[in-house]
C-alpha cells in the first residue's frame, strides 16, 4: 500500500508538530515573524505550506532577518520548516550558510497578486533538512509515538 502525504494547511501542519513538540505554542502576535515556538527545544520556526515539491524551497530574506533578529532576542534556534506533497522538511537556519540573489517574483502567492516585484531570496535545497516522520503526515497511518523528538 501506498501512503500519501496529506495537502497540510498551516492549521494541520501546526497540529502534526504539536504531537513532535509537547510544549509547542503558537505565536501570540499574528504580526509575529514566527508561527510558532517550543520553549523544551528552544526553537522559534516560520511554518509554510507548499501545494507543489520543489526540491529547494524558497525563503525570503525579509522573513529570515525578522525570524533570526526575533530567535535571537529569545535566545532561540530560527528554524523554517516548509510542507510539500512529498514531505515536511525542517531547516535549522542557525546552522546553515545562505546565498542569497535578487529575483523578480508575484508579489503574492495566494491572494492573486501576479505582480512581479524584485525578492531577495534563497532556495533551501530540501537534502539540507531534516525530513520529518511521515508517520504522522500519512493518510493511512495514525500517530503512535506522541512523544517522538526530532
Not at 44 to 50: D, F, I, P, S
Not at 73 to 94: A, E
Request: charged content about 30%; overall charge neutral; hydrophobic content about 35%.
Amino acid at each position: 500500500m501506498t501512503s500519501k502525504i496529506l495537502d497540510l494547511t498551516e492549521t494541520t501542519l501546526f497540529g502534526v508538530l504539536s504531537l513532535i513538540y509537547v510544549d509547542l505554542q503558537k505565536s501570540e502576535d499574528v504580526y509575529a515573524p514566527a508561527d510558532c515556538y517550543t520553549l523544551i527545544d528552544g526553537l522559534y520556526m516560520e511554518l509554510k505550506c507548499r501545494r507543489i515539491h520543489y526540491d529547494a524551497l524558497l525563503l525570503e530574506k525579509l522573513k529570515y532577518d525578522r525570524l533570526k533578529e526575533m530567535a535571537d532576542r529569545r535566545k532561540m534556534k530560527p528554524v523554517y520548516i516548509c510542507s510539500t506533497p512529498k514531505g515536511v522538511w525542517k531547516f535549522d537556519l542557525s546552522e546553515m550558510q545562505l546565498n542569497w540573489a535578487v529575483e523578480q517574483l508575484p508579489k503574492t502567492t495566494d491572494f492573486g497578486n501576479q505582480e512581479l516585484v524584485s525578492k531577495v531570496v534563497t532556495y533551501l535545497p530540501v537534502t539540507f533538512g531534516r525530513k520529518l516522520a511521515d508517520q504522522y503526515l500519512t493518510k493511512q497511518s495514525a500517530p503512535d509515538n506522541e512523544g517522538a523528538r526530532f
